[in-house]
């Protein structure tokens, strides 16, 4: 039969294991901020989008959000390969693809002409701004592995209205743990 002093000594135990446990689990990646000026139209918009700055390379949910965006202009929020500058080359290939059944939860589209209409979609609120989760990992899927084989960042970049389109695109790079 255990004694007092023994109980005592496991439950201190047990306490121990799990404020450790919490304080690991709860060690959170710093939010940073990426800012990018750009003009459209010949309005000038000051972009910025917040998210965080590291993630578990085995999956974590995040939230994003960026003020500043012209809301005529939809972006998807996303983790993605990316190569140079913000605006030099499209982000591609971002985690989910192109998620239309709201699955993955991988990327999320903002815009003010069918945003919340489907899954993992929203429409802009007042001045261009969003706050939005996403589910972000290491493994982007056929070989690519953020850190690894390509670099990443969680990234906003103009939706399918106008793909092409290079001055939306705002990078935070990510560093998967």
């Not at 439950?11 to 446990?21: K, S």
């Not at 800012?35 to 010949?42: A, L, N, Q, W």
């Not at 389109?165 to 990510?174: E, G």
């Amino acid at each position: 039969m255990p004694t007092r002093t023994h109980v005592r000594a496991c439950v201190t135990a047990l306490a121990a294991a799990a404020l450790t446990a919490a304080f690991a689990g709860s060690a959170a990646a710093a939010d940073v901020t990426a800012k990018r000026t750009i003009t459209d139209g010949g309005k000038t918009y000051n972009l910025q989008l917040t998210g965080p700055d590291t993630a578990s390379a085995a999956g974590a949910n995040v939230t994003v959000s960026g003020t500043g965006y012209n809301t005529a202009q939809g972006v998807y929020v996303s983790l993605c390969a990316v190569s140079g500058a913000p605006g030099a080359n499209k982000p591609t290939p971002c985690l989910g693809g192109q998620d239309q059944s709201g699955t993955t939860g991988a990327s999320h589209w903002v815009s003010n002409v069918g945003g919340g209409t489907v899954p993992n979609s929203s429409r802009f609120a007042a001045g261009g701004t969003f706050s939005v989760k996403i589910h972000v990992k290491a493994d982007l899927g056929n070989g690519q592995v953020c850190g690894e084989t390509v670099e990443c960042a969680i990234v906003t970049r103009a939706d399918h209205f106008d793909s092409g389109d290079r001055k939306y695109d705002v990078h935070i790079p990510v560093t998967f743990q």
